[in-house]
């Protein structure tokens, strides 16, 4: 069995900074997480990538947060944290942490961003 949960997100000004953290559990061994990140899903809008890290620490980044936020991770706690900074207002979304596990994807519950004005 294989849990996430997301912790640290809240309501911010914009400008603010917010960071996310989500823990990966997996019941029982011989499981091997590949890639870990982040999408994010506004209201009437798609779920989109924010940010993946992949085994080895390398990084991808979705292009509207590009140069704010910083993704990584802590592979001996099946950890991934999402540091946001300079947050705008079309950060507003729920943000969710996925796990590629034997190339299934698992999602976590997410956790809300808002930011104001």
């Known amino acids: 069995q294989v849990q996430l949960e997301e912790s640290g997100g809240g309501l911010v000004q914009a400008g603010g900074s917010l960071r996310l953290s989500c823990v990966c559990t997996i019941s029982g061994s011989g499981f091997s997480i590949n890639t870990m990140g982040w999408y994010r899903q506004a209201p009437g809008k798609q779920r989109e990538l924010v940010a993946t890290v992949f085994t080895g620490g390398s990084t991808k980044y979705g292009d509207s947060v590009k140069g704010r936020f910083t993704a990584s991770r802590d592979n001996a706690k099946n950890t991934v944290y999402l540091q946001t900074d300079n947050l705008k207002l079309d950060d507003t979304a729920v943000y969710y942490c996925?796990?590629?596990?034997?190339?299934?994807?698992?999602w976590g519950q997410g956790t809300q961003v808002t930011v104001s004005s």
């Open positions: 996925q796990a590629d596990i034997w190339g299934y994807d698992y």
